[in-house]
């Protein structure tokens, strides 16, 4: 079986960003505090590593469909995936979210704020490894639902540290797991890779999880997400 060789960016294929644009056109329409939240993320040059569109709405879709009031988030970025969490929680639910820059975590209150959800989302500034041991130490959960998306090369320590905060049904997702084919590599040297794989292995082999992924193309080129039930 061939691999690919490497995580490196490649151009995304025209056919890609032609499919996503037609699922927002006929799926989703516009959406201003969305499209603001981007135009402030590029204002502040934030880097452009939010989900897309469609993967945002199936994040606010996967909530809204597990039931789920509490949600944790590790990698707020601008927020643009913290708002389609909030809103699939509903007014009565919560999200707290991990972001390690504390200027990413201004843009992300910001937009947050403007998108009308600020009253049920929590910002933590701090290494998400740290936050996360605190938020068990405070007994902040059980989370419902856990959304991973930050430094890679501690997926599997992530995953870990939600055993403590998620009970079971709790369902947790995991951006970025296929890296354009590169998590299938055994020869990889590239740490963001590395990570992935160590989460991948750790999801097929503790038995506190159903676990499986599945791979994406579209304007975020070839990725995935892997997805988790805690039993
Ligand atoms: C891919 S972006 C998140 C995108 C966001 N989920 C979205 O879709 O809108 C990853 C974020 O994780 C943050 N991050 C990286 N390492 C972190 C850490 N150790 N703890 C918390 N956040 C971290 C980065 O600063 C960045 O803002």
Known sequence: MSTPKSAEPRPIDPDWLAVDQYLVDTLLGADPALDHALAANADAELPPIDVSRAQGEMLGLLVRATGAR???????????????????????????????????????????DSADVGDRVEIRVGA???????????????????????????????????????????????????RRGAAANPDTDDERTLGTRAALEWLGSDERVDATAVQTVGTKGWDGFAMAVVR
């Open 128 to 178: 998400a490894l740290d936050t996360l041991a605190a938020l068990a130490e405070e007994n902040a959960g059980p989370f419902d639902f856990v959304f991973l998306d930050a430094d890679k090369e501690n997926n599997a320590n992530y995953l870990e540290l939600s055993m403590a905060l998620t009970h079971p049904g709790s369902l947790i997702v995991v951006d970025n797991v296929i």
């Open 70 to 112: 509490r949600v944790l988030e590790v990698g707020t970025l601008g927020g643009f995936s913290t708002i389609c969490l909030a809103r699939g929680v509903g007014a009565d639910g919560s999200v707290i979210t991990c972001e390690y820059e504390p200027r990413h975590a201004e843009v992300a209150r910001s937009n947050i």
